[in-house]
Nanobody, 117 residues
Framework: QVQLVESGGGLVQAGGSLRLSCAAS????????MGWYRQAPGKQRELVAS???????NYADSVKGRFTISRDNAKNTVYLQMNSLKPEDTAVYYC???????????WGQGTQVTVSS
């Protein structure tokens, strides 16, 4: 098992930046993919960005060019740098760990990001 703890959320004005962190309770070196998802009120949870063990990244079209996902295996931490934030980025952001091989995913408790116009 792995516990995930997100931090770094908050209130920011449109155009501003935030960096989210996801600290894992154990090594993420062998976890197939780490990702960030978000869920806005009344909407389904959606993938924001993901990164594999080989550091291959994938982004939702809505955040390409503005968000950057990275992982620090030595610190068991995944980051999401969010720049040029927009009000539509407002959501609870969740960290996800996908071990692969058909094993169950793990989720953090979420961190609120609110972007004011």
């Amino acid at each position: 098992q792995v516990q995930l703890v997100e931090s770094g959320g908050g209130l920011v004005q449109a155009g501003g930046s935030l960096r989210l962190s996801c600290a894992a309770s154990r090594s993420i070196f062998t976890i197939s993919a780490m990702g960030w998802y978000r869920q806005a009120p009344g909407k389904q949870r959606e993938l924001v960005a993901s990164i594999t063990t080989s550091s291959r990244t994938n982004y939702a079209d809505s955040v390409k060019g503005r968000f950057t996902i990275s992982r620090d295996n030595a610190k068991n931490t995944v980051y999401l740098q969010m720049n040029s934030l927009k009000p539509e980025d407002t959501a609870v952001y969740y960290c996800n760990a996908d071990p692969g091989y058909g094993l169950v995913d793990y989720w953090g408790q979420g961190t609120q990001v609110t972007v004011s116009s």
